[in-house]
């Protein structure tokens, strides 16, 4: 065997791969490490032009401050244990257990990808779930049924977060009052 034979490899074998979970987690940490990076240099050097918006605490400097735009997004709220509460609910059609929180889809502006706010949900039966998200017009479906929906999750959202919900809803009512 001659002396320059690579002992206990492939002869095709000569092109180093990196292990996929060693690439992905060093382009995590990478991406990590830019972002907390950005957070220092936003603390160290402050804006000395008052005309700018200062950012908001946490924002990175990759992300867009939405809330000061001339057409502010509405917000999107998460809250899992809002829809726990939801879903231990019973149906508001039919009375039965157990539901599932459905997201209202005509209370906010679509949005690709994203469901509406949490706070504009509803429980409903998997029955009654599956009948309303095979109808093409949901408005209309609510309306034959005589069922205020955006009212329930209103009373439902004040249930879990008594000081925000007067305040949050009432915009989202009016939007949807003019599409109907």
């Known amino acids: 065997m001659p002396a320059d034979a690579r ?4 002869p095709d074998d000569t092109t180093p791969i990196p292990r996929p979970s060693r690439y992905y987690g060093r382009r995590q940490d990478l991406v990590t490490l830019d972002r907390a990076q950005g957070r220092r240099n936003l603390e160290v050097r402050p804006s000395a032009d008052t005309s700018i918006v200062p950012a908001s605490p946490g924002l990175v400097p990759t992300q867009i401050d939405k809330s ?46 994203l469901k509406v706010s949490d706070e504009f949900t509803v429980p ?14 949901e408005v209309a ?34 939007a949807a009052k003019t599409t109907t």
Request: charged letters at 20%.
């Open 7 to 10: 002992f206990g490899f492939h």
């Open 68 to 113: 000061v735009l001339a057409i502010a997004e509405p917000k999107r709220l998460r809250n899992k244990a809002h829809l726990r509460f939801v879903a231990s609910q019973p149906c508001i059609i039919c009375g039965r257990q157990p539901s599932d929180p459905h997201h209202l889809r005509f209370a906010q502006p679509r949005a690709l990808g």
């Open 124 to 137: 409903l039966c998997r029955g009654h779930h599956r009948q309303l998200h095979q109808a093409g017009n």
């Open 141 to 174: 479906w609510w309306k034959n049924l005589e069922i205020n929906a955006l009212e329930i999750a209103k009373g439902l959202w004040e249930q879990t977060h008594p000081k925000s919900a007067a305040a949050d809803i009432q915009p989202y009512e009016d």
